[in-house]
């Protein structure tokens, strides 16, 4: 059996969901998943990791502050040690920043926000957008261990109930590139490429004072994060995180609600791999209704309210 | 400084995407093309850091001979010259290769400070930047915000899920340029002429080979048919019933 090596990331010990993923998704390949903790309280993330499918769990201590460089060294030493077959981690910031350089360490192409991964004969095949996903490429690697992240929210997790051997691992302390500080969201705020629903707001909220409407909307849903197209972000009426699209974050909920959002092909290019696509818009022509699943033809400032409403109605009855 | 902005030419991001008769590469017929979104970034911070500390900066780009083209305008907007290494095998060429051949040009260049686009928007690869500083033995920030530079170290910071990274690094670097660390200049008049007489130089690599097979290029499955549930307020309970009944996600 082929051995699958997985960064996985942590809050405090508890791990990522998006980390959750790609474990599931390196398991559901057949392979034995070894996955790879770093900082304060990486052994207690090693307790969840087995439940979610790792075999074992190598615990990378001693560092203070992160160094994704130093990390990158650490990771890849493991990997040549177990000789794995595989590096994965999850495409979130950290992930994207950390697996460019495990690969190049391995001497191995890297394949960015896979959205499918499987095994073939003793390698893998993934499926990963090209051109913010308006076309899906299916490619191998010759390379000597397949390096991939994994698309946040594309891969399901899964509970095995098993428990890892855990392992530690003095990390390298000598980065040139330190982490000194996070400056965390307000109130918990969760990121657009990571939430399970999303509400989107557009040019048709007039102006930054119309996105309380979405920002009321998220609140009553629960879960869910307020994106933006590109256009009220070059405004400044919303900040470059939130913008979903080609130059901003493509992102695959299980819900998408695009309010006063015409569609340009560069927004549709950030959400249209969505579970269900809904559409507020007063424009009946607009090219958002040909991708959304339900559409209201409407005035957001009507629509939206009143959305908000029944949500509440039936969260309160739930 | 010797800093280097690194670049790639890309489709222009409304072109539409058209699979060729091989069923595994793009049918480039009808793009046009430009320099990447965040690497106009790149380039700004390239010309900004010059202006705050002296130096030179060179535009950098592994590409076919039409990308000259785009070398020329970053150029334009106030770089030194350029290099552009043309790659026969350029719709092929994977991100480590890449990393490669841009880390042996700039280690032969004696860069000490290189920009790059945080992500092309072709591939999206998210890679090219810290590969190669990674080739080089470099420190590299990657998505970066608000950057700051003095005596041989740098402070930076960059976006993640769970808020704003402070980070500390030291030269040599490559930084990989986010939104909202600048905003890039237009070449004026005068940038454009005095483009044409700076040195632009077409070089020749030594081949890294690609690791990268495509076994075929599909477009996304269309989605299923939508429909319109109604018009205004009165259609939200309409809305509520098929998000909890039909497509169950509430």
Redesign the interface.
């Known amino acids: 059996m082929s051995t699958i090596l997985v960064f996985a990331e942590h809050?405090a010990g508890t791990v990522r969901r998006a980390s959750l993923e790609c474990i599931a998704a390196a398991k559901a390949t057949g392979s034995d998943v070894v996955a790879i903790v770093t900082g304060q309280g990486a052994t207690d993330a090693a307790e969840s990791l087995g439940n979610h499918g790792a075999s074992r769990v190598v615990c990378l201590t001693g560092a203070d502050q992160y160094s994704?460089?130093a990390t990158?060294v650490d990771i890849a030493a493991v990997a040549c040690d177990l000789g794995v077959r595989g590096f994965l981690a999850a495409?979130?910031?950290?992930g994207?920043?950390l697996?460019?350089?495990v690969?190049?360490?391995l001497?191995?192409?890297?394949?960015?926000?896979c959205t499918g991964l499987e095994a073939a004969g003793d390698s893998f095949?993934i499926s990963r957008?090209?051109?913010?996903?308006?076309?899906?490429?299916?490619?191998?690697?010759?390379?000597p261990v397949f390096c991939a992240t994994t698309r946040l929210n594309s891969f399901a997790t899964n509970e095995v109930g098993g428990t890892a051997e855990v392992s530690e691992r003095p990390a390298s302390t000598d980065g040139?590139?330190?982490?000194?500080?996070?400056?965390?969201?307000e109130g918990g705020k969760l990121?657009v490429?990571?939430a399970p629903?999303v509400v989107s707001g557009g040019r048709g909220l007039k102006e930054p004072e119309g996105f309380k409407i979405i920002e009321d909307l998220a609140e009553a849903l629960g879960n869910t994060a307020v994106g933006a197209s590109r256009a009220v972000?070059d405004a400044g009426w919303r900040?470059?995180?939130e913008?979903v699209g080609?130059?901003?974050k493509?992102v695959s909920p299980?819900?998408y609600i695009a309010v006063g959002i015409s569609g340009a092909?560069?927004h549709i290019a950030g959400m249209?791999?969505s579970?269900?696509?809904?559409a507020i818009n007063k424009d009946?022509d607009a090219p958002i209704?040909k991708?959304?699943?339900?559409?209201?033809?409407?005035?957001a400032f009507?629509?939206v309210?009143?959305?908000t409403a029944?949500?509440k109605e039936?969260m309160a009855t739930a | 400084m010797n800093i280097v902005a690194c670049i790639k030419r890309v489709?222009t991001?409304?072109?539409?995407?058209k699979?060729n008769a091989d069923g595994k590469s793009?049918d480039t017929s009808g793009f046009q093309y430009m320099t990447s979104?965040?690497d106009e970034i790149a380039v700004e911070e390239a010309i900004k850091t010059k202006e705050a500390h002296g130096g030179e900066v060179t535009v950098l780009t592994v590409g076919p001979t039409e990308g000259t083209k785009e070398v020329r305008e970053c150029i334009a907007k106030g770089a030194d010259g350029g290099v552009i290494l043309t790659d026969p095998d350029w719709g092929q060429r994977?991100?480590?290769?890449t990393?490669k051949v841009l880390a042996a040009r700039l280690s032969e260049m004696g860069a000490e400070l290189a920009f790059f686009g945080k992500v092309a928007?072709?591939?999206?690869?998210?890679?090219?930047?810290?590969?190669t500083?990674?080739?080089l033995g470099?420190?590299?920030?990657?998505?970066v915000?608000e950057l700051s530079l003095a005596d041989g170290r740098g402070t930076a910071k960059?976006?993640?899920?769970?808020?704003?990274?402070?980070?500390?690094?030291?030269l040599p670097?490559i930084i990989t340029c986010?939104?909202?660390l600048n905003e890039p200049r237009y070449a004026g008049l005068k940038g454009i002429m005095a483009a044409k007489k700076k040195p632009l130089e077409e070089a020749q690599f030594e081949n890294v080979p690609?690791?990268?097979?495509?076994?075929?290029?599909?477009?996304?499955a269309p989605?299923?048919e939508?429909?319109?549930?109604?018009?205004?307020?009165e259609?939200?309970?309409a809305?509520?019933d098929?998000?909890?009944n039909e497509?169950k996600?509430?």
């Open positions: 809050g994704p460089d990158g495409a979130t910031s950290t994207k920043d697996a460019p350089r690969a190049m360490h001497d191995s192409v890297l394949f960015s926000d095949k957008p090209w051109l913010a996903g308006k076309a899906i490429a299916n490619c191998t690697s010759t390379g040139k590139v330190i982490v000194t500080g996070i400056t965390a969201k990121d490429a990571e629903i972000v900040p470059h995180s913008q080609q130059t901003g493509v299980g819900l092909i560069q249209k791999t579970g269900v696509i809904v009946p209704f991708l959304a699943d339900y559409g209201i033809v409407g005035d009507e629509v309210p009143a959305l029944a949500v039936l | 489709p991001t409304d072109a539409q995407a699979v793009l979104f965040y994977d991100n480590l290769s990393a928007t072709d591939r999206d690869n998210n890679a090219v930047g810290a590969m500083a990674t080739k470099w420190a590299c920030v990657t998505d915000i960059r976006e993640s899920e769970s808020g704003v990274e402070s980070v500390e690094f030291s670097a986010d939104k909202g690609n690791q990268i097979e495509v076994e075929s290029l599909e477009l996304p989605r299923k939508g429909r319109i549930v109604g018009e205004g307020p259609a939200v309970a809305l509520i098929a998000l909890r497509a996600v509430l």
